[in-house]
Every structure is written in structure tokens, then in C-alpha cells.
């Protein structure tokens, strides 16, 4: 049996994660603090090697792929985006609190979801469904490792 490895790596930050607000779909660049960050750790540990580097379409994800595996071109996917935060976008929890909605959707559960925005359930299928086709790929190319 043939075994397949691979690293999953969060981005680095944006201004709108030093400034603790939801920034699902908002398409922001890294920020100096997060390059700078993603600097520091490429000199102090070593990322792992991949065949290929998947990444999701927003700006935040490639460029922090383009910076860890600079001699890859990063495969975009759609369904690997971060969730859609629908009204809580661009917003702190502490802007958000006094909404019954904010309180619901924290609370979880597959059916809870941001004010017109995307269910757990459906962040939940669509990223998994994205993840297990990036895994027929693997097989059907023989690529054995990956980082997304």
C-alpha cells in the first residue's frame, strides 16, 4: 500500500487577525507582522518538503504559500476558502456580542451559521469535499506529498 503525506499550514497574519475581527471571505494581504513572523519561522524550523502546494484562492493563503514554497506555484481551490462569515464579516466578537445571532452561531451545532452567511455544516461538506478530491489527485497522479 502506497502512503501519502500531507501538511496542513494555516497562513500567516493579516491586520484583520491582529485586530481580532472575522475575515472569512474578505481577501486580505499578510500584513508586515505576519511576513515578518513567516520569516522568523522559515530561519528557525524547517517546513516540510512537498511534491505540490495547494492553496485557497485568497490573497492571505497564497502569498503565505508563495513564501514557505517559493519554487511552487500553489494550486488554487476554491473549497479550501476560509468559512463565509455573511454580516459578521469584518467584525470583532466584541462588535457582534449583543447580537442573538452571534451568541447561536457560537454556541455550534451543523445547522448554526453566521447571519447570512455559510452554515457549519456547509463549511464542514465543502471543505472535505475539496480536501478529498486534492486526495484523488494524489493517487491519481502518484503525487505522495502535499502541503495545503
Same mark, same amino acid.
Given at each position: ?34 511576513? #515578518? ?8 524550523? !524547517?517546513?516540510? *518538503?512537498?511534491?505540490?502546494? %495547494? @492553496?485557497?484562492? &485568497? ?24 468559512? #463565509? ?8 466578537? !466584541?462588535?457582534? *456580542?449583543?447580537?442573538?445571532? %452571534? @451568541?447561536?452561531? &457560537? ?42
Amino acid at each position: 500500500m502506497k502512503s501519502y503525506t500531507i501538511h496542513l499550514i494555516r497562513h500567516a497574519y493579516t491586520k484583520g487577525n491582529l485586530e481580532g475581527r472575522y475575515i472569512g471571505h474578505t481577501d486580505e494581504s499578510l500584513c508586515k507582522e505576519g511576513i #515578518d513572523q513567516l520569516n522568523t519561522m522559515l530561519k528557525d524550523y !524547517d517546513y516540510p *518538503k512537498a511534491d505540490v502546494v %495547494f @492553496s485557497s484562492t &485568497l490573497k492571505r493563503c497564497i502569498e503565505t504559500a508563495k513564501i514557505i514554497y517559493p519554487d511552487k506555484n500553489p494550486i488554487e481551490m476554491r473549497g479550501f476558502d476560509e468559512c #463565509d462569515f455573511g454580516e459578521f464579516e469584518g467584525h470583532t466578537a !466584541d462588535e457582534l *456580542k449583543k447580537y442573538e445571532e %452571534f @451568541s447561536d452561531w &457560537l454556541a455550534g451545532g451543523e445547522d448554526a451559521k453566521p447571519l447570512n452567511g455559510e452554515s457549519n455544516s456547509e463549511f464542514a461538506t465543502r471543505v472535505c469535499d475539496c480536501f478529498i478530491k486534492t486526495v484523488d489527485g494524489l493517487i491519481k497522479t502518484g503525487t505522495q506529498s502535499a502541503a495545503i
